[in-house]
């Protein structure tokens, strides 16, 4: 007797630790899917808390009437994402009714666009017209994103063939732009058989590195000037003054976003993950060791009036994630992406009372030209406005949590 109730006792206390160790194991897991969920909402939360702020896609800029406009397509983009995450469609309608606002019933796109007036930033909003049109066939579409083929084919170029920043900016490339183009310029290649896009992406690519990177940082500066005749252009190189993280922001994008649609088996492919590699580095050289994110001027950390800035941080982290995921740099890169994920939480992101998220520290809009003001300075990029829930960091932090969420 004494025997068996040993066993029985031994029995009941191996259950009972092994229901303890099975409810601790479930705790813990979901905990950790919790957590899980919790990070991967955060994008699924921004998209809404956009929309519930900007019920009409036309005013996602803090702008009083509609416009075709850059930071449009910016935030769209990354709400198409989570569509295409999601399956929701209402992220989709959201897309389409910003569209057939700006395009007509022939298929112009209306408002502030001219061709003529050829500026690269315009081509950015029509990476939401691919989808579009391959969902719904409407010819519409299609002559939209042909007449923004059509500016590119008749943009203004440098002497190397660089697409000039906007008509009145003359001889300019500017970082920004490659964003603004190179996705869409090569998306279109492949979507409609132009191999020979291709070529001119990566000639724009490797051009503005070539004439922006500072050997000794790796850094790129904002700006470059052929003709030295810009205020802000130093008269021996025509180069803008600064290293503006934002400007290199865009530019670690458009990289990552280029590699996406470049063909696997396309000759100079490798060039521009060559780039991405150099860039990679230079990054997380100056990213803050102590919160994990970026300066407005990023490689003047602690100087007197910089500050932590939100939409570099952003786009820094999308471009150090997709990367590694998709294996153009090292996995290892995957940690300075989390640090600054976290950092970019920690530092920026606020949820009000109603459950909207917000983000803070984001310069409003810097460049170069249009004023004296604008002088590509340390102080003047410090002298810009700094604003909440900017789209030039809402969409790249709507991206980032997708990316470090797959």
Known sequence: MVSILSVSKYNLTAVLLSVLFTFSACKNNKSKTENLQNEQSWAVRMADSEIKRNPEAWSLDFVEKPKWNYTNGLVLSAIEQVWHKTGNDAYYNYIKAYADLMIDENGDIGYNYKIDNYNIDHIKPGMILFNLYEKTEDPRYLKALQTLRQQLEQHPRTSEGGFWHKQRYPHQMWLDGIYMA???????????????????????????EEKTRDQATGLLYHGWDESRQQHWADPQTGLSASFWGRAMGW?????????????????????????????????????????????????????????????????????????????????????????????????????????????????????????EHRDGSYEYYLSEPVRNNDPKATGPFIMASLELNR
Not at 184 to 208: A, E, K, M, S, W
Not at 293 to 304: C, F, I, K, L, T
Not at 335 to 350: C, L, N, R, T
């Open 182 to 208: 190179s996705p869409f310029y090569t998306r279109y290649g492949v979507v409609f058989n132009q191999p020979q896009n291709f070529d001119d992406v990566v000639h724009q690519i490797t051009l503005i």
């Open 251 to 371: 530019y670690a994008m458009a990289l990552v976003d280029v590699l996406e649609y470049l063909p696997p088996n396309y000759s100079q492919r490798q060039s521009v993950i060559n780039v991405l590699q150099r860039l990679a580095v230079a990054i997380v050289k100056y990213q803050d060791p102590k919160t994990g994110v970026w300066y407005q001027v990023v490689d003047q950390m602690g100087r007197e009036g910089n500050y932590l800035e939100s939409s570099v941080s952003a786009m820094f982290v999308y471009a150090l994630a997709k990367g590694a995921n998709r294996g153009y740099i090292n996995k290892s890169y995957l940690e300075a992406a989390q640090k600054g994920y976290d950092g970019i939480i920690e530092q920026f992101i606020e949820v009000d009372d109603r459950g909207m998220v917000n983000i803070t520290n984001a310069c409003a809009v810097a460049g170069l030209g249009a004023g």
